[in-house]
């Protein structure tokens, strides 16, 4: 209380303009010698006059129905108290004031130009703004507050916290807890529960899980879209999961329906729904209202399944189960980084479970695989830790599948994806942490059988790091963990017998790509282009803005916008795992390099310098695109880092 | 009378430059009051009884007059005051004749500003000033607990006084001392006048700072059992502290009641005006807030009617409807005022047919309840960067308005008929006159649009508000007039001056003809469209009027002001019949319900308070806004009442409730105060949220759906 009260009086009585401000005041209007006593006198005048405009100023904005205190409530204020108002031009915002120092003096001033009335005549005028309208939506109906893109998220992200965190707050009598409030305004729940709650019982509130008509309609359309069999479909209903406000109350059933989904559709080994479902829990990752954190007991173990389970798909050694895990286990990173905190330790737990399965020898090299993958994505800190000290073991390991007697195919193939999963994470973090001259036999003694492949992926890492480090302006480039996409061709999902292609990622068809622009593909043979498309996660808007790496001569991004076209290549996109540890944007960004391959897509490496920017319409793409996944070292070493 | 004798003496070792400068500090105000006072008086303002206070600042006001030759005003307002002619000739002589040597003899005899300053002209130690406070406090703070609470009340405004006879009497730095070891153990909501009074140091500044002369002419009003009472007066006289008890007896009013002394919460819940609690006396007068009886209007039952209801397949249900409706419109309600009060407008027949429109609307209405909730529909304006500061829909909810900040007024259509203007006078001399669709015929098609912008003012646009009959738009603005607008040529026909100040709220009266206007110069005005000057002006505000509002049976104007006061004035004589006191920042919005008795304020505190206006008690507190309420309204029953704020949300609450609840017994107490139950949670039946629009203005359409405006703040 005290402590309040002297804040209170240190607000009240400390605030004088300083002397020193009167003097340059005064010098600036041509009064060169100010007595001291004058400037005390005057700036003790002067802020209580300030005071004075200042609470009129504030009448002014109280009454402009407005939180901002502008310029022109100064001059009406200024007005009342018969003082001619500042005449010019003002600014909107704020006004930048510049400081200087020198001769010991501090000084803040406005910097006014001088305006040439010839400039301003003859710039061109700015667009118009548009006018002012009005439109009429539904805030309540009935006493319900709609679930429509003009009301605010039913509940935001800290109710829901709240909601969750703490269920048992004290309930005062006569006093409603906040959130039966906010429940009462939806609707949600009865009043009468009000009698109850009276006493200091602890209660938790009751909530009630019913879904409105509409909702229920909802999530059958969006479940059912989602795990069926049309891609545009599914792409739009993964959309709507992933920026739709109002799915809070639909979040239980959602995160019911993909944990019970996985167990499933893993005894039934359909590859095909697993990554459906996997895709939904990256949507609704992806939705900036949803507090998720309530459902990660149904969630993380759905997740983890689909990154170590022994088999994923009826046929392992045709299937491309690898691509499911390798989504999975960015999922689950994604997540740590997103949900891990001290009380719940996701992180550690999930590195413990991890490290554990893949030290037992008799874990399966598909088992093996999704456990090195869950660890890599964690990030460079624990491939160095947990993943470069076993690096030896794994390698005889692998060894011993390879070069020994084949007991089976599948094995042979675990072995292989294990092996370049290793190259893959392991070759960067290396090129950190190991100083130029590589030496292969030094790799041999240090990581065994894997190291002379290392050696040359370094190699090939560094050679590649220090390109773009001559070629581009890497500061303005941002790296991000990547928010990887992806979808199965439609074959899978039948489980028939019919020919299976191993599995095609694709992109939504939301997101917009780019392509070759339109002359290209009449050229003899045409160089294969890189693209590197940046898109924020919701991007949904049908033109967006690209920001376009060329990595031959020009030293900035080239910004264009992606207009429609359609193109005959077939480029390949690849998904960039991004190294970036300082995520700091809330929305990060996604990026896919395209790579556009004419005839022969073995020149795609020596050819890669030359760049050019083009765009296609991305219902183009559908068809055609193949993602390149790290699988062939040779593509792996194209990533930019 | 010692005090007035020092005042003299303290005047006189002034040097005369203190006379001007006071009278220019007065300047505004007496001269905004000053066209009014004539005209005001002239109707029928009270002459009966002036009081010696009253005669000397008459004489002031016509020392003014004179100073500034307005010869014809002095004649006119002494004759209206009966004073004899030479009540100020001599000294205005001497004054005029002797030049600066007689400046002294005016101030001598001009009891303005000067000597409402000069009153803290007693001189105690100013060393023992901080001795004689805490005295007190120490005092207060041993007391039984009963008398505490009410005895604290007392702090505030020594604090005060005290504070301010150190200023005025150049004892800076003690001031400050004082000020810092005392402030902050002021009640909360005096924050903000604290904060005025700390920027004030010296004596210079209290010449024309309005706050202080607030202070000065208007006794703090505190209202105290008399128990506490005799505790104080005794710990006072037995200690001598007469500096205390001087400033008791001069600054402040003390309303002693017979009882039991009120509670912290009790005290609280009244306190938080500027000038302290209102005085009992002053809501004793009789307020009639019953309705004025409908005049009786045959409804036309004919065949489309029928028709109508037949369609909807129950038309029986329809007859008893009416027969009830008209037989209460027949009683004539005993708390009503008589229907020739005041003159109300005849009723024409498009008046008549908007009347039919509206009891075939009301027999549709929705009955709300805290079970029947109203839909809300909800008016966002888009793109008004320029700001929207008002907004005003038609009782009939076919047209909204805006007033904006860059000075212009905007009209919508909100129905698919659009606005049209008049044909020109000569396009109007071919159309035929004795036609049946006349009133079709002269509007202009090719103007048809569905809004249109009206231009005049040169400020922004505060107050907004229709006609009943929507032929005429009010708008008010910071360049101190109000205007009058046609909707039918959509041109300005009367600009309204007299405000001379920003004009902060302006309102129709439910009968059309009269409006209300109230602004930064403390006064509302009572207006007639076809007078250029104010038929009445309310004056006793100590600070700005926030918000007007007229009682629906269009007898009373109640005002809201940044004094956290509102004040109900009777239209018919022009006095101040109510205060209320209880918010603790400026009122932005008040709402009368519709059956007459009750009122509804909303101020920058986020409280809504209840007030019953026959009882002159406050009803109930709802808390729960955030942030500046800047609209309420009641359902067409009475029995919602929808509060729209800056924090972006439209409550609802249950008013009905807030109504039966409380113990009628209360009422009848003496001591003019009851019981509130903290229960604004239960009464809340619901918050809608925007995306990020203030809610700036609700209305309920006659079938009592909620309509909300504001301007969507990105």
């Known amino acids: ?641 | 009378d010692t005090s007035l004798a020092k005042q003299k003496t303290d005047i006189k070792t002034e040097p005369s430059t203190d006379g001007f400068g006071n009278n220019n500090a007065n300047d505004g105000r007496v001269l905004s009051a000053s066209p009014g006072s004539g005209s005001s008086t002239g109707s029928n303002k009270q002459t009966a009884a002036v009081t010696p206070e009253d005669q000397q600042t008459l004489l002031a006001v016509l020392q003014f007059l004179k100073k500034n030759k307005l010869i014809e005003s002095v004649e006119i307002l002494r004759r209206e005051a009966g004073l004899p002619e030479n009540s100020l000739d001599p000294k205005a002589t001497e004054s005029a004749g002797a030049g600066s040597g007689g400046a002294a003899a005016v101030a001598e005899d001009q009891p303005d500003v000067r000597v409402v300053l000069s009153a803290y002209s007693q001189q105690g130690d100013p060393t023992l000033y901080e001795v004689y406070y805490s005295d007190l406090k120490k005092f207060i703070e041993t007391v039984l607990d009963c008398h505490r609470a009410e005895l604290s009340q007392v702090f505030y405004p020594l604090f005060v006084h005290m504070y301010l006879e150190l200023v005025y009497n150049n004892h800076e730095s003690e001031a400050k001392a004082f000020f810092e070891k005392f402030s902050g153990d002021q009640e909360c909501y005096y924050e903000e006048d604290l904060r005025v009074l700390s920027g004030l140091t010296k004596k210079e500044h209290m010449r024309g700072n309005e706050t202080l002369l607030d202070f000065r002419t208007s006794k703090f009003v505190l209202r105290i059992s008399r128990d506490s009472y005799q505790l104080l007066k005794r710990h006072l006289q037995e200690r001598q502290n007469n500096q205390i008890w001087n400033i008791i007896q001069e600054h402040l009013y003390i309303d002693i009641f017979d009882g039991m002394p009120r509670s912290k919460s009790q005290i609280d819940a009244m306190s938080g005006s500027l000038a302290g609690e209102a005085k009992r006396e002053a809501n004793k007068t009789k307020v009639y807030y019953g309705l004025l009886k409908e005049p009786e209007i045959e409804l036309p039952l004919d065949d489309e009617d029928e028709e109508a209801e037949n369609e909807e397949g129950k038309p029986k249900k329809k007859k008893p409807k009416k027969d009830s409706m008209g037989s209460k419109s027949k009683k004539q309600d005993p708390n009503a005022p008589s229907q020739n009060r005041i003159p109300l407008p005849e009723l024409k027949d498009s008046d008549k047919l908007d009347k039919i429109m509206y009891m075939k609307e009301a027999t549709k209405r929705i009955r709300l309840g805290s079970d029947n909730l109203p839909s809300v529909c909800f008016y966002t304006f888009l793109n008004a960067y320029q700001g929207l500061t008002a907004v005003d829909f038609t009782d009939d909810s076919s047209l909204i308005a805006g007033g904006f900040a860059d000075s212009t007024v905007r009209v919508w259509s909100v129905t698919p008929k659009k606005l049209r203007k008049v044909k020109s006078a000569a396009d109007l001399n071919l159309i035929d006159k004795e036609s049946d669709d006349v009133l079709e015929r002269i509007m202009d098609e090719k103007t048809a649009s569905e809004s249109k912008i009206m231009y005049g003012h040169s400020g922004p646009v505060y107050g907004i508000s229709f006609s009943p009959d929507r032929n005429y738009l009010l708008s008010s603005s910071e360049d101190g007039t109000v205007r009058l607008w046609s909707l039918l040529t959509f041109t300005c026909l009367v600009a309204y001056k007299g405000h001379n100040y920003p004009v902060w709220d302006t309102q129709f009266s439910p009968y059309g003809y009269y409006f209300v206007s109230g602004g930064h110069d403390r006064v509302a005005r009572l207006w007639a469209t076809d007078h250029y000057q104010p038929l009445r002006i309310f004056s006793g505000h100590l600070a700005d009027i926030t918000c007007t509002r007229f009682h629906p049976n269009s007898n009373y104007v109640a005002t809201g002001s940044s004094d956290r006061t509102i004040r109900v004035w009777d239209v018919l004589s022009g006095n101040c019949v109510r205060i209320f006191t209880g918010h603790k920042g400026p009122i932005h919005s008040l709402a009368f319900s519709p059956n007459g008795k009750f009122l509804a304020s909303g101020a920058t505190d986020g409280r809504v308070l209840l007030w019953d206006i026959g009882h002159g008690l406050m009803m109930g507190e709802l808390k729960g806004h955030t942030d500046t309420i800047y609209s309420l309204r009641f359902s067409r029953d009475g029995e919602i009442l929808a509060s729209g704020s800056m924090d972006n949300t439209v409550r609802l609450w249950d008013v009905m409730k807030a109504f039966d609840d409380l113990e009628t017994d209360d009422f009848t107490a003496a001591t003019g105060h009851i019981h509130l139950q903290d229960n604004s949670q239960e009464l809340l039946l619901g918050t809608y949220t925007t995306k990020s629009t203030p809610v700036i203005h609700l209305h309920f359409t006659r079938r009592n759906l909620l309509l909300a405006a504001g301007a969507f703040n990105p």
């Open chain 1, 1 to 641: 209380m005290s402590a309040m009260a002297e804040e209170r009086r240190q607000k009240h009585c400390s605030v004088v303009l300083p002397t020193e401000s009167m003097k340059a005041m005064a010098e600036s209007v041509g009064v060169g010698q100010l007595q001291e006593d004058s400037c005390v006198a005057l700036s003790e005048e002067v802020s209580y006059r300030i005071k004075e405009i200042a609470q009129d100023a504030l009448k002014f904005m109280h009454h402009g129905k407005r939180r901002k205190l502008t310029t022109s409530d100064i001059d009406n204020a200024l007005k009342l108290k018969n003082v001619e108002p500042l005449y010019g031009f003002q600014s909107q915002e704020f006004i930048p004031f510049r400081f200087a120092s020198g001769g010991g003096r501090e000084l803040h001033f406005y910097e006014e130009k001088e305006v040439d009335l010839s400039d301003i005549i003859n710039t061109p005028l700015p667009r118009v703004p548009l006018d002012v309208s009005l439109k009429a939506h539904w805030l309540s109906i009935e006493g319900m507050q709609p679930a429509i893109p003009e009301n605010p998220p039913p509940a935001t992200k800290e109710q829901q916290k709240v909601e969750s965190t703490e269920p048992l707050k004290v309930v005062k009598p006569g006093q409603e807890e906040e959130g039966t409030i906010q429940g009462k305004g939806q609707g949600t729940t009865t009043p009468d529960g009000k009698g109850k709650e009276k006493g200091l019982i602890r209660l938790k509130p009751r909530s009630t899980h019913e879904l409105s008509v509409e909702q229920q309609l909802y999530y059958k359309e969006i479940t059912e879209a989602c795990v069926g069999s049309c891609e545009a479909k599914r792409a739009e209903a993964l959309q709507s999961i992933a920026t739709d406000p109002g799915l809070y109350q639909m979040l239980p059933r959602f995160s019911t329906f993909i944990s019970e989904g996985v167990r499933v559709n893993v005894v039934q080994n359909n590859l095909a729904l697993l990554i459906y479902l996997m895709r939904m829990v990256k949507a609704l990752m992806d939705n900036p209202t949803l507090y998720l954190e309530k459902y990660l007991h149904e969630l993380i173990p759905a997740v983890v399944t689909c990154i170590v389970s022994k088999q994923l798909c009826l046929r392992p050694d045709v299937d491309n189960h690898w691509a499911l895990r390798d989504f999975a286990a960015r999922l689950m990173a994604q997540s740590c980084k997103t949900f891990s905190t001290t009380t719940n330790n996701i992180q550690s737990r999930i590195t413990k479970t991890f490290t554990k399965s893949w030290l037992d020898d008799k874990t399966q090299w598909t088992t093996r695989y999704g456990c090195i993958a869950g660890l890599a994505e964690l990030g460079p800190d624990v491939i160095k830790t947990l993943i470069i000290p076993r690096l030896a073991i794994e390698g005889a390991r692998i060894k011993a599948v390879m070069e020994g007697p084949v007991i089976s195919n599948i094995d042979k193939i675990g072995a292989e994806h294990v092996q370049s999963l290793l190259l893959k994470h392991c070759a960067s973090v290396i090129a950190k942490l190991r100083s130029p001259p590589d030496n292969v036999e030094q790799y041999r003694t240090e990581y065994g059988y894997l190291g002379p492949m290392l050696c040359s992926h370094v190699m090939k890492a560094r050679t590649q790091a220090a390109l773009q480090a001559q070629q581009v302006n890497r500061t303005t480039l941002t790296i991000t963990q990547p928010r990887p996409t992806l979808s199965v061709s439609q074959s899978g999902l039948s489980g028939s017998s019919g020919p299976r292609t191993p599995s095609i990622i694709k992109v939504p068809s939301s997101l917009t790509l780019m392509s070759p622009r339109p002359g290209t593909p009449s050229q003899p043979s045409p160089p294969a282009t890189k693209y590197i498309v940046m898109a924020t996660s919701a991007g949904a808007a049908s033109t967006q803005q690209v920001i376009t790496l060329s990595s031959s001569q020009s030293a900035s991004p080239v910004t264009s916008t992606v207009p429609s076209a359609t193109s005959t290549l077939q480029p390949l996109v690849k998904l960039e795992p991004g190294s970036g540890p300082g995520l700091t944007a809330s929305r990060p960004l996604q990026k896919y390099i395209v790579v556009s391959l004419p005839s022969s897509a073995s020149s795609s490496l020596e050819t890669k310098s030359s760049v050019l920017p083009t765009s296609i319409s991305s219902s183009s793409l559908d068809g055609g695109m193949k993602l390149e996944r790290s699988e062939s070292p040779g593509a792996s070493t194209q990533s930019p880092h």
